[in-house]
Every structure is written in C-alpha cells, then in structure tokens.
Nanobody, 122 residues
Framework: QVQPVESGGGLVQAGGSLRLSCAAS????????LGWIRQAPGKEREFVAA????????YYADAVKGRFTISRDNAKNTAYLQMNSLQPEDTAVYYC???????????????WGQGTQVTVSS
C-alpha cells in the first residue's frame, strides 16, 4: 500500500505556528477523504481536521477551530494543516490519513502516514 507522507513538524514556543504537509500519493480516487489525526503519548488518537477531495466542506475538532486551517492543492494531491496559536496541549504526533468517507472518527481511515512530531513548549 502507498502511504501518505507527512512533513513539517517541529518544536515551537507556545503561541507559535507550524504548517504540516501531506502528500496523498495518488490515492485520492479510492480514498477521497483526508484527515489529520493526532496522538499524544498515553492518549487516544484525536481527530483534528478533514476534507473530501470531492467537496469544498471542511471539518474541524472543537479544540482547534479558529486556530488550525486545513487546505489542499488539487493538482499536487497535497494537503496542508496550518496551525496557529499553538498551545502545549497541541503536542502530539500528527498523522495524515486517507479513507473512503470524511469522518471525525480515527478508525474510519485506512491509509496512514508515518506521522510527524509537533512539540509546543510552554
């Protein structure tokens, strides 16, 4: 299986910004939904944001609304997650995942990237 590939993680101070990228590797036909999902150590996976390549609508977790923005470049099959006003509680491994239908449930996605670490210091 071809995995999506995330990049752009790093260490930032609280209040800072990062932009994550996800190359979807051409799986957008059979798996048109793309989600960003994060997992902190010892915590459950948490939905962050998602869209379907077929539609304009975007979806966000309440915890990130107004701070994070998901976007796409259709020609490049690439998605982005712009993260502003980062807080220590945003610290996690961020995964890009593909699925058949956009969902706020992490287990609905079946093509997962390797993850990229985001660490926010207080």
């Amino acid at each position: 299986q071809v995995q999506p590939v995330e990049s752009g993680g790093g260490l930032v101070q609280a209040g800072g910004s990062l932009r994550l990228s996800c190359a979807a590797s051409g799986r957008t036909v059979s798996r048109p939904a793309l989600g960003w999902i994060r997992q902190a150590p010892g915590k459950e996976r948490e939905f962050v944001a998602a869209f379907s390549w077929r539609y304009v609508a975007t979806y966000y977790a309440d915890a990130v609304k107004g701070r994070f923005t998901i976007s796409r470049d259709n020609a490049k099959n690439t998605a982005y997650l712009q993260m502003n006003s980062l807080q220590p509680e945003d610290t996690a491994v961020y995964y890009c995942a593909l699925g058949a239908v956009a969902s706020r449930e992490a287990d609905r996605y079946d093509y997962w990237g390797q993850g990229t670490q985001v660490t926010v210091s207080s």
